[in-house]
Nanobody, 126 residues
Framework: QVQLVESGGGSVQAGGSLRLSCAAS???????MGWFRQAPGKEREGVAA????????YSTDSVKGRFTISRDNAKNTVYLQMNSLKPEDTAMYYC????????????????????WGRGTQVTVSS
C-alpha cells in the first residue's frame, strides 16, 4: 500500500504562485506519480505526471509553461510548482501513484492510478 499526503494548497490572487507537495509512505516504489484536480461541478482532470525513477514529465496543455512537476526520491516526495495562477486553476488538487509504468501519453489517465491522496484545496481569486 502507498499512502499519499498532499500539502501546500491555499488561497492566492491571480498571477501568484503555490508549491504543492505530495509525500509518499508505505510501499514507496511507485513507478509514476501524478497530480490531478477537480473543480466544483467538473470532472477530475490530469494536470501533470512524472516517472519516479527516470524519464520525462508530462503535463496537460492548459498548464504548460506555468506548472512544473518534480520529484525528490530521497524524500519520497513529488512537487507541483504552480506559477502565474489563474482563477480557472481553482480546484481540489490530488496526488496519485501507480506501481505500474505507463506510456508517456497515457500518464494523465485517472484509471492508471491505484493510490490517491485526500487532496489539497487551491483557490485563485481575480
Amino acid at each position: 500500500q502507498v499512502q499519499l499526503v498532499e500539502s501546500g494548497g491555499g488561497s492566492v490572487q491571480a498571477g501568484g504562485s503555490l508549491r504543492l507537495s505530495c509525500a509518499a509512505s508505505g510501499y514507496t516504489r511507485s513507478s509514476v506519480m501524478g497530480w490531478f484536480r477537480q473543480a466544483p461541478g467538473k470532472e477530475r482532470e490530469g494536470v501533470a505526471a512524472i516517472y519516479t525513477r527516470d524519464g520525462p514529465a508530462y503535463s496537460t496543455d492548459s498548464v504548460k509553461g506555468r506548472f512544473t512537476i518534480s520529484r525528490d526520491n530521497a524524500k519520497n516526495t513529488v512537487y507541483l510548482q504552480m506559477n502565474s495562477l489563474k482563477p480557472e486553476d481553482t480546484a481540489m488538487y490530488y496526488c496519485a501513484a501507480s506501481l505500474s509504468t505507463w506510456p508517456l501519453s497515457t500518464l494523465l489517465r485517472e484509471s492508471n492510478y491505484r493510490f490517491w491522496g485526500r487532496g489539497t484545496q487551491v483557490t485563485v481569486s481575480s
